[in-house]
C-alpha cells in the first residue's frame, strides 16, 4: 500500500510556475507508474501527465510545452513542474500511484488568477 501526500500548490498570477511534489511513502516506490490528475470546480477529473516506471512521459494537449513530469525514487516522490500557468489550470491537483490498485492523494489546490 502506498500513501500520498501532494505539496506546493498555492495562488499565482498567469504566467508564473509553480512546483508540485507528492510524496510516497511505502515500499516499492520504483514500481509503481505515478500520474498527476486535475480536477476543476464542476468538471470531471482529467489526467495531466504521467511517468511510468521506466521515466517515459505522457501529457494531456493542453498542457504540453509547460509542464513536466519527473521522478526521484530515491526520495520516493514524483514532481510536477507547472510554467506559463492560465487561469484555466485552475484545480485540486491529485497525485495517482498505479501498480495492481490505484492509490490517490488528498490534492492540492492550484489557483491562476490576476
Known amino acids: 500500500q502506498v500513501h500520498l501526500v501532494e505539496s506546493g500548490g498555492g495562488m499565482v498570477h498567469p504566467g508564473g510556475s509553480l512546483r508540485l511534489s507528492c510524496a510516497a511513502s511505502?515500499?516499492?516506490?520504483?514500481?509503481?507508474?505515478m500520474s498527476w490528475y486535475r480536477q476543476a470546480l464542476g468538471k470531471q477529473r482529467e489526467l495531466v501527465a504521467s511517468?511510468?516506471?521506466?521515466?517515459?512521459?505522457n501529457y494531456a494537449d493542453s498542457v504540453k510545452g509547460r509542464f513536466t513530469v519527473n521522478r526521484d525514487n530515491g526520495l520516493n516522490t514524483v514532481y510536477l513542474q507547472m510554467n506559463s500557468l492560465k487561469p484555466e489550470d485552475t484545480a485540486v491537483y491529485y497525485c495517482?500511484?498505479?501498480?495492481?490498485?490505484?492509490?490517490w492523494g488528498q490534492g492540492t489546490q492550484v489557483t491562476v488568477s490576476s
Open positions: 495517482k500511484a498505479l501498480r495492481i490498485a490505484a492509490y
Open positions: 511505502g515500499r516499492s516506490f520504483s514500481m509503481y507508474a
Open positions: 511517468i511510468t516506471t521506466g521515466g517515459t512521459t
